[in-house]
């Protein structure tokens, strides 16, 4: 169940993603939708979970992106599996603590491609520090969104879920 | 609490082999000019109807919107092309007779024509022009792209087919960062390295301080490395500085306005074969 709702989140993320980049181009540099997903799924905690969240979304990314195949999903898979690490230690549910962790996670992210494009190439392209800022801004909010939302939503599925089985006891 | 430990330790296992699978797809593309991996290709076949689809739905309602909002100027516009058209069916005739002096010129001495071009147009369903990595999605009809198939509009050059899957193709766009391109500048034919930059624009290497380049300069493809033919427009000199080592440090604007794609060209070019490209000299006659 967890996979399935890992695979239509990607979906969705890349669906969005597309939508994004055809309205404007500084859609996709500003904002990571498949880090988002990766981050959800490695905050519960299971850190195999969190590794294979990472490289899928890491090569959805990759896929969509120009650039060396595997930059992301190797940045991507570093930053779930430690997510996950922190998320087994701390619990991370306020809307602040979300959005921070968002926020690093991306600047980690940035980080290590920087380093694996300067190894692998001599003249990286090297993201401006207003453009990892606006990412880390805009990622984080997106994210502490998601996160808020789904949060809600599985409490009103809980919500629905008790009143239907109450209602089944009443008519049986 | 040991159990919970072993379960670290084997998943930091876990995540070393990834790694390590991550580097290995990645220095495999080192220094590789093949159509990227089969996973790689494998994504973009199942990306692309996504992407196609968004297009689509993009288009439709673009379309609806603007049909409504600028009728009035497009009735202008239709008979303004239709002068345009009469007057450039003159041209193309007078246009025809200097090919016909120039066919039969080219037969009285013998001369070997360039590579016999013919065009394929493709839809550009995604674009991601703003990062470092600049590249299309495009959607072929028909028979399938070819890696190193070049990619052109009405304007110029774009770039290269990098992987093919299905009706799907991925370009490297010439502004990429880690692009470049065999060109010459039109007026004088000195010939240079065209790279991508970072911020999108273009620079023109390997001429040297002694060479006259202008700004304003026309800068066309030269032909020689096996990818692209002679002669298509890459851009124009926007800015002259004398650089390190010998070389003048030459800006080039791109011809063609990357912002505004949304159908290409691809160029079904006789290439030179491999087997001529990768021989060495003083192989000829063995």
């Known amino acids: 169940m967890a996979v399935v709702r890992f695979l239509l989140a990607l979906a969705a993320a890349a669906l969005l993603h597309l939508l994004g980049s055809r309205i404007s181009g500084h859609f996709p540099v500003v904002v990571d939708l498949f880090l988002v997903v990766a981050l959800w799924a490695a905050r519960s905690g299971h850190l195999t979970a969190a590794i294979a969240a990472g490289s899928a979304a890491g090569l959805v990314t990759d896929a969509l992106t120009g650039g060396p195949f595997g930059l992301y999903a190797f940045a991507d898979t570093i930053v779930a599996y430690a997510t996950a690490f922190a998320a087994r230690r701390l619990v991370i549910e306020r809307a602040f603590g979300v959005f921070l962790l968002h926020a690093m996670a991306v600047a980690v992210q940035q980080a290590v491609i920087l380093g694996l494009l300067r190894a692998l190439s001599a003249g990286p392209s090297l993201p401006g520090l207003t453009f990892v800022g606006f990412r880390m801004l805009a990622t984080g909010a997106l994210g502490t969104l998601a996160a808020v939302g789904a949060r809600r939503l599985e409490r009103r599925w809980g919500r629905y879920r008790r009143g239907r089985r109450s209602k089944l006891r009443i008519g049986s | ?286």
């Open chain 2, 1 to 286: 609490m040991t159990g919970s430990g072993s379960g670290e330790r084997r998943s930091g296992w876990l995540l070393v082999l990834a790694l390590a699978a991550h580097l290995i797809l990645l220095a495999s593309q080192v220094g590789s000019r093949s159509g990227g991996t089969r996973l790689e290709s494998w994504l973009l076949g199942a990306l692309g109807p996504i992407a196609g689809a968004v297009d689509l739905t993009g288009d439709t309602l673009g379309g609806v919107g603007r049909a409504i909002s600028t009728q009035g100027r497009l009735r202008e516009e239709n008979r303004q092309l239709e002068s345009r058209v009469e007057q450039l069916e003159r041209r193309l005739s007078a246009l025809h007779g200097v090919e016909g002096d120039y066919a039969r010129l080219a037969e009285a001495v013998d001369y070997a024509r360039g590579l016999e071009v013919a065009l394929r147009v493709a839809d550009v369903v995604h674009a991601d022009l703003e990062s470092g990595q600049r590249l299309l999605v495009l959607r072929v009809e028909g028979e399938r792209a070819t890696i190193d198939q070049p990619v052109v509009t009405e304007q110029g050059l774009i770039g290269r087919v990098v992987i093919a899957q299905g009706p799907w193709a991925k370009v490297q766009v010439i502004t990429d960062s880690s692009a470049s391109v065999g060109a010459m500048i039109e007026r004088t034919r000195r010939q240079g390295l065209v790279r991508g930059s970072p911020s999108g624009e273009l620079e023109l290497d390997f001429v040297p301080l002694q060479e006259d380049v202008r700004v304003g300069d026309r800068i066309v493809t030269a032909g020689i490395d096996g990818i692209y033919p002679r002669g298509l427009p890459v851009g124009f000199v926007v800015d002259v500085r004398p650089g390190e080592d010998l070389f003048h440090r030459i800006r080039v604007a791109p011809s063609v306005d990357f912002g505004r794609l949304d159908h290409v060209y691809l160029l079904e070019a006789g290439r030179v074969p491999e087997a001529i490209l990768g021989a060495e000299v003083g192989d000829g006659g063995r």
